[in-house]
């Protein structure tokens, strides 16, 4: 046959497996194109991304339906499928492939599951995640059950063990009889359901053995807290379950022990509720989970005192405060290295007015030979014996103006410039083209000529 089906297609999604298809039937005028008889129809669906592997036939669909429901279609998938007519002998050609994406589904049994007793009423469970997961693996689930004939289901007595862990692959089984046979089951869970078909397998527990002293350390400390752990495989019998005693050291020794809560396939136990600064007498208690305990050796664990004073050294203004002083520092390092640098780099100018208005430098070329710094030695001689010699003594017989002048000599002039007893004592430059000349320059120069 030549005849291809018409405007095949999906009519509606009932479930993430569940699909239905329709087509239109044939005309009068096909029957030259199917060539026989029209036995039935023939579907076939598949993954895109698998088609080989995953391909379904649906057959002996009658020749009169036009539509028709297909079961355990690929779920959570991108899906193709197609369809053709089949007469006495042969299969016509398929029609167009058409696309749909079905659903999330459940997911397909866990693989790999096995347990191993562990002491005398656990059971330790490790499995594989399913081949199947038919959409995105949120936790497993677990049933357990004591039997006593094959025929007993599991699940009845016990509640089911939700694990909302997608990653987690092992579960301790703790609080069994011992020398007891269970008979366990595993489930994969999506957000539609658990696995239809779970593994199951069957074990007997251990007889009964008290646990072996187990030991601790303590791994963190806080004023109110503290955590201790501890490892059961080093045990020769480990316990199935494990808690702490604690009571607060006293000399009395009367306070009671606190329990803190159990803990199965943890190694960690963590115990609050304390007081800052206080001692505790400390104790790691292994239990087979029905009556045998043994207890390790009491540890004294301190919890941290409170701060009295509040940590300056962390504070936020404290470490601001720093920070502004270590760039004030920089800063004034900077602009001294900058002064001392622009120092001694000023003009000859600025260095005469710093020494005053003592005609430092300002002799327009003339008296050369006799000029002194105010620095000069003899001038400071000078000065130091007028003012602390006894010349007022002397001369004080001699307080007439007039006679002032006899005591004049070796261009000395000794009490010329008034009747105050200050005296004055002025370099003169004598040349023999100008004579006597000095920084009186408006004085009569026949002062001066009398004194040659």
Request: net charge negative.
């Amino acid at each position: 046959p030549t005849y291809v089906p018409r405007n095949f297609r999906v009519l509606q999604m009932l479930d993430s497996t569940t699909v239905q298809f329709a087509w239109d039937p044939p005309l009068s005028s096909d029957e030259i194109n199917i060539r026989g008889v029209l036995k039935a129809y023939q579907i076939e669906i598949f993954r895109l991304d698998d088609p080989v592997k995953s391909r379904l036939v649906i057959s002996d669909i009658l020749p009169n339906q036009t539509w028709t429901t297909v079961f355990n279609a690929p779920p959570n998938a991108d899906v193709g499928a197609h369809i053709r007519i089949e007469t006495e002998r042969y299969f016509g050609p398929t029609s167009p492939v058409i696309q749909f994406p079905t659903r999330e589904g459940r997911p397909g049994p866990v693989t790999n599951l096995r347990g191993v007793p562990y002491t005398s009423n656990g059971i330790f469970l490790l499995w594989d995640p399913p081949d199947e997961t038919n959409g995105v693996i949120i936790g497993y689930q677990i049933d357990y059950k004591p039997i006593e004939s094959i025929a007993s289901q599991p699940g009845i007595d016990q509640p089911s063990i939700l694990l909302r862990d997608d990653t987690r692959r092992n579960y301790l089984l703790s609080s069994l009889n011992p020398d007891t046979k269970y008979r366990v089951q595993v489930r994969a869970r999506t957000s539609v359901g658990p696995s239809i078909s779970p593994a199951i397998i069957e074990l007997t527990t251990n007889l009964s053995l008290a646990p072996s002293k187990p030991t601790f350390t303590v791994t963190h400390r806080g004023q109110t807290f503290f955590n201790i752990s501890f490892d059961p495989t080093i045990m020769t019998v480990p316990g199935s379950l494990y808690f702490v005693q604690y009571k607060e050291n006293d000399k009395d020794d009367q306070a009671n022990f606190k329990t803190s809560y159990t803990v199965s396939n943890d190694r960690t136990i963590f115990v609050n509720g304390l007081e800052a600064g206080k001692i505790y007498t400390t104790i790691l208690v292994a239990s087979d989970g029905i009556q045998a305990e043994t207890k390790s050796d009491p540890q004294m664990v301190s919890t941290l005192n409170k701060d009295r004073a509040p940590r300056v050294i962390n504070s936020p203004w404290f470490i601001g405060l720093i920070i502004a002083i270590v760039v004030l520092i920089i800063v004034f390092a900077i602009v001294c290295g900058i002064m001392k640098r622009k120092g001694g780099k000023y003009s000859v100018q600025d260095k005469e007015m710093l020494h005053g208005p003592s005609g430092y430098g300002d002799n327009d070329g003339k008296f050369s030979e006799y000029y002194r710094a105010p620095s000069d030695v003899s001038i400071k001689q000078s000065h130091i014996s007028l003012h602390n010699g006894d010349d007022r003594d002397s001369m004080a017989e001699f307080n007439d103006e007039k006679d002032r002048s006899r005591f004049t000599e070796d261009g000395s002039f000794i009490g010329q410039y008034g009747r105050d007893d200050k005296r004055h004592t002025n370099l003169v430059k004598y040349d023999e083209n100008d004579g006597f000349a000095n920084e009186y320059q408006n004085d009569d120069p026949g002062k001066y000529l009398s004194h040659l």
